[in-house]
């Protein structure tokens, strides 16, 4: 699979993981504080937000990588000389 494709599943899976951690709070924001269900609310927020942070630095790094390869790939196709700057 392209990396492109690759990188564009894991931004929809990140947004979608997103969503879930408003939608979760919004219902959260309904119970009780110091009911069962708000403190297993609270814990499954915790994990979503931990998941979301994980997709957050792959798709950076994936980001960074593609960028990187193509910065390569011209520079080796590439075979004028290069200009440096001299003080």
């Not at 929809?12 to 959260?28: G, P, T």
């Not at 994936?62 to 193509?70: Q, V």
């Amino acid at each position: 699979m392209d990396d492109f494709v690759v990188t564009k599943d894991m931004r929809k899976i990140w947004h979608d993981v997103k969503q879930a951690i408003a939608e979760m709070k919004s219902a959260r924001s309904e119970l009780e504080e110091n009911s069962k269900a708000y403190a297993a609310c609270t814990t499954m927020i915790e994990k979503l937000e931990l998941k979301e942070r994980e997709y957050k630095v792959m798709v950076s790094c994936r980001i960074r990588k593609t960028i990187r390869d193509t910065i390569q790939e011209y520079q080796k196709e590439d075979t004028r000389p290069v200009l440096r700057l001299v003080k």
